[in-house]
């Protein structure tokens, strides 16, 4: 059974009149302790669809979805109270910048202790020990009664990820949780991730520009591309034999992918602006592959010959 279920996710911004279809006909499901790694260039959407998820987008953005399903409640019907009870409990969240995800003039100690408190676990400093523990902050005791400037930013982030932590998710999502971090530091938070949720079998959507982080990271992969799904699939299958022709390029240009960890290269051309997407594939005007029906036809996931990845390109068959 799935844990979360997403079908037809489409977000709408307003801005200056003008209605921006930022992220459309997403679908995909995550399976308990399954993590998916979502990847694209600045833009794509991938905070968009990680946001929406707990309903953590703006006033300006409009949210429609077939289905929005965690652990069998519709969150795009939720009542405010059933929200913020999910909203760091079973589905925590983990920002870019761990700094201004901190209270500045509270103690890290007392701020996860506010969180046990609000998920009705009461305040226990042996728990807030254990907790950082469980994230390896070197000298629990010391953190506990740190202030967040005191705190460097692999530490800060880890603070996160306790507090985080702290509402025992069941779903953890990580909006490029490792960004603003030193490069030596990404891959020690990662490896944090990974570990964490294998020994808590939490599942984990991690949203990263930067896709050789993925690699032996994630269950899977999913490509986004101006706001739709371009592919996805098992991790190590979606970098090693890519079937889009938007991943192929993305991949051809990261030279020795599993040994190295670099951002998405920029391709030649620029995705669509997104108030004006064209008719036919997204993609085609940086298509080498490109061919009549993608100036008219709007290419639709389908299952490759390894029915584990789906792709939307008409390379693998027209939508009639
Ligand atoms: N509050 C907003 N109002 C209007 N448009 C927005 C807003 N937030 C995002 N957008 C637009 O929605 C699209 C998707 O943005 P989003 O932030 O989800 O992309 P992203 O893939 O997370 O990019 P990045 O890698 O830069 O974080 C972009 O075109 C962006 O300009
Ligand atoms: S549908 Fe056409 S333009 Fe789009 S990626 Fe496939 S071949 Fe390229
Ligand atoms: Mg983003």
Known sequence: MSLLTIENLRVEYRRGGKRIPAVRNVSFSLAPGESLGIAGESGSGKSTVALSLLRLLPESA???????????????????????????????????????????????????????ELHGEGRSRARVLSLFGQVRLPDPAGVYGAYPHQLSGGQRQRACLAIAMAGRPKLLIADEPTTALDVTVQRDILNLLDDVRRELKMALLLVTHNVGLLSERTDRLAILYAGEMVEIGPTATVLGTPSHPYTQGLLKSLPRLSHTERRLPALPGQPPDPRDIPVGCPFRPRCPSAFAPCATEDPVLRPMKNPSVHAACHLYGVTP
């Open 62 to 116: 409009t949210v429609t979805a077939d289905t929005l399903c965690f652990e069998g409640q519709e969150i795009l019907s939720l009542a405010p109270g059933p929200l913020r009870a999910l909203r760091g409990g079973p589905v925590g969240i983990v920002f870019q910048d761990p700094f201004s995800a901190l209270n500045p003039v509270l103690t890290v100690g007392e701020q996860v202790e506010e969180v046990l």
